[in-house]
Structures are given as structure tokens and as C-alpha cells.
């Protein structure tokens, strides 16, 4: 099971006015994940800056840090760059 708790708080514009502004957000995530076959788990930390381009292109980026684990991870603690894109009307 994974789980994800999100904040964030829109900086710029100050003055949200049309979709084709740039929005810059803080953001503030809880991720966790607990298997249930062998019970471990962890919880995650993750403060990031988010860009939002046109309503349409994401891009983060921030920190993720472990809080809490009893599995084994080759990553608990590091940068995050995240970019997702969406298509409107891709198929008719």
C-alpha cells in the first residue's frame, strides 16, 4: 500500500489571472509505503519547489528524506526531479 499526504502554498503569481502564467508553488509531501505480506514500512519527508508552465508542464524539484523504515532501501534520502507533461486532446 503507498500513501501520500501533499501541501503546497502558490507563491507566484501573486495574482492568479489567465492558465498561460508560470505558477510557482511550495510544497510539502509525507510518502510512505508499508507492504503488508512482511509488515516493514518507511516514511518519507519531501519539501520541493514546484513550477507549473501554462497548466500544462510540471516540474519539481526538492529533497526527499527518511523519517522512519525497517526495510532495507538503496535510496532513503536524495534529490528529486520530477517533470510530467499533459497532453490535451491527444486522441479525437
Not at 526495510?71 to 534520502?77: K, L, Q, S, V, W
Request: glycine share 6%.
Amino acid at each position: 500500500m503507498n500513501y501520500t499526504f501533499s501541501l503546497g502554498k502558490l507563491m507566484l503569481p501573486k495574482v492568479y489571472s489567465s492558465y498561460n502564467q508560470t505558477n510557482v508553488n511550495l510544497m510539502f509531501e509525507l510518502i510512505g509505503q508499508r507492504l503488508n505480506g512482511n509488515q516493514k514500512s518507511f516514511l518519507d519527508i519531501g519539501p520541493s519547489i514546484q513550477f507549473i508552465v501554462k497548466s500544462q508542464a510540471r516540474f519539481d524539484i526538492g529533497y526527499r528524506q527518511q523519517l522512519y523504515s525497517t526495510m532495507e532501501r538503496t535510496a532513503p534520502n536524495g534529490m528529486v526531479f520530477k517533470f510530467e507533461y499533459l497532453f490535451f486532446n491527444a486522441f479525437r
